[in-house]
């Protein structure tokens, strides 16, 4: 009995640290091996940015201002908002910017973001469509950035890099940009390495040919660049396209959030579960279940271990 709790201890220590170290150094060593290069080349395809909003009055105005200011070619650029639902002054607002070629799409009743991107879809006119939230800010050299990426013809979706503000717009110094800097290394290396795993869905781009309608339940930011994927084409990071974000307000908005995408993810992953097969890409399969599948279940190897190290403590000193 004893020889198995220490079993279930050391493989609880194990996989922690391989989701965390393992997979991180694994992953820089392929890259390093099989590195692919994105051939990047300045691009102005027609572009649609979409913005889903649900009573967003407080700073929908901000969000569109920041989107005509971009360094873009005007009349290869159209801005669609949608408001899904809105009871506040955002149509409104979103409507006084009519004669500056953003466009109002309206979802009713409510439906959600997935719903709203799907619906807009069918409206946009750009060859690269962009997803933005309601309150995100990028630089202004963003754009370009981002469709560089798509002068690589294997390139199907690109994803940006997210920075967390304060109210007043100064960076964050806790660990949710710890957190996030640790993210944007790891879709550095995986970029090279082959495709991203997981996006920030506020500053991202997609082909319009590779888009697919969602289920209305389906995580956007997580669904879509696996369907990408699965068409053949790769996903990758930019990291000189940045987003700007506020951080949430405090620890327990930041727990619900990570709650709320982790159960929206599992679900993801059990549509997309044939990506989790080896037989078709072996590579990326690996990742995913690296850095998403046992990433999501780390909680159950700290309560194994926990468990474990409490039945050991009078086992030796090291328990």
């Not at 873009?72 to 006084?96: H, R």
Request: proline share 4%; net charge positive; glycine share 6%.
């Amino acid at each position: 009995m004893i020889l198995l709790i220490k079993f279930i201890f050391f493989l609880s220590i194990l996989s922690v640290l391989y989701v965390y170290i393992g997979y991180p150094m694994a992953l820089i060593i392929w890259a390093t091996l099989k590195k692919r290069i994105v051939q990047k080349r300045d691009i102005t395809p027609t572009v649609s940015i979409l913005i889903a909003a649900y009573n967003e009055a407080q700073g929908i105005a901000a969000t569109i201002q920041n989107k005509l200011d971009l360094d873009y070619p005007p009349e290869q650029l159209e801005i669609l908002v949608i408001s899904d639902g809105s009871k506040d002054k955002t149509d409104e607002i979103v409507a006084s910017f009519k004669d500056r070629g953003v466009h109002l799409l309206r979802q009713e009743p409510r439906a959600g973001k997935t719903a709203a991107l799907n619906m807009a879809v069918a409206h946009a006119c750009g060859e690269i469509l962009v997803f933005s939230d309601a309150n995100s800010i990028y630089g202004l050299d963003a754009l370009r950035k981002l469709v560089r990426n798509f002068a690589d013809p294997t390139v199907g979706y690109v994803t940006g890099k997210m920075i967390y503000t304060n109210p007043d717009g100064t960076l964050v110094g806790d660990g949710c940009t710890a957190y996030m800097k640790y993210e944007n290394l790891l879709r550095r290396v995986e970029t090279l390495a082959g495709s991203v795993v997981g996006v920030d869905g506020g500053i991202d781009a997609v082909r319009k040919s590779l888009y697919q309608p969602m289920q209305a339940d389906q995580l956007p930011d997580f669904v879509l660049p696996l369907k990408v994927v699965q068409q053949g084409f790769r996903v990758v990071h930019e990291p000189d396209a940045i987003l700007k974000e506020p951080a949430l307000k405090d620890a327990t908005d930041e727990y619900r959030m990570r709650v709320r995408v982790s159960l929206r993810a599992f679900w993801a992953l059990f549509d997309m579960r044939q990506l989790l097969r080896f037989n078709n890409n072996p590579v990326f399969a690996w990742q995913l279940w690296s850095h998403k599948v046992l990433r999501y279940l780390c909680f159950i190897f700290m309560v194994t271990f926990w468990v474990s190290n409490s039945l050991l403590w009078n086992h030796g000193l090291f328990y």
